[in-house]
């Protein structure tokens, strides 16, 4: 064999070694019974993860079933920005409070800046219900006969 791959009869056998026809080819039934084995195997997995999931929400049946009891327990006002409940039949300092929207030790001028900043929102003469401008107006009265300052 000379050199530059070139064979004594002048061939180029070993330059065009990569396109020559492999020996060692698969045969059509080994490629299937191969797929077959991959499918068989992919099935397995996915039944398997089935069982298991199956089982994991039969377990966690009951602790479900608690959790769910407890958030039925809890009061819905804890996840409320608004006050749940009726007006009271007297006005106490708490509920005045929480119609202005203001600590119940706040000052005159807080109290006063709060009452116009909500009886803007709920006037009459702007749509807004006469009887909740009247417990807005009960609510300023009784935070302002109650601070002195």
């Known amino acids: 064999m000379a050199a530059g791959g070139v064979s004594a009869d002048g061939g180029d056998i070993m330059r065009y070694a990569e396109y020559s026809p492999k020996t060692n080819a698969r045969s059509d039934a080994e490629i299937d019974r191969r797929l077959g084995q991959t499918l068989i195997a992919v099935g397995l997995g996915v039944a398997a993860a089935g069982f298991a999931g199956r089982y994991a929400f039969q377990l966690w049946k009951p ?87």
């Open 63 to 149: 602790l479900g079933q608690v959790f769910s009891e407890t958030v039925k327990k809890m009061p819905t006002s804890a996840f409320s920005a608004y006050y749940k409940g009726g007006f009271e039949q007297k006005m106490s300092k708490r509920e005045a409070s929480l119609i202005l929207g203001i600590s119940p030790a706040s000052t005159k001028a807080k109290v006063r800046e709060a009452h116009r900043r909500v009886m803007v929102l709920n006037h009459p003469d702007k749509g807004g219900s006469p009887f909740l401008a009247a417990k807005i107006n009960e609510a300023k009265d009784l935070l302002d006969k109650e601070t002195r300052r």
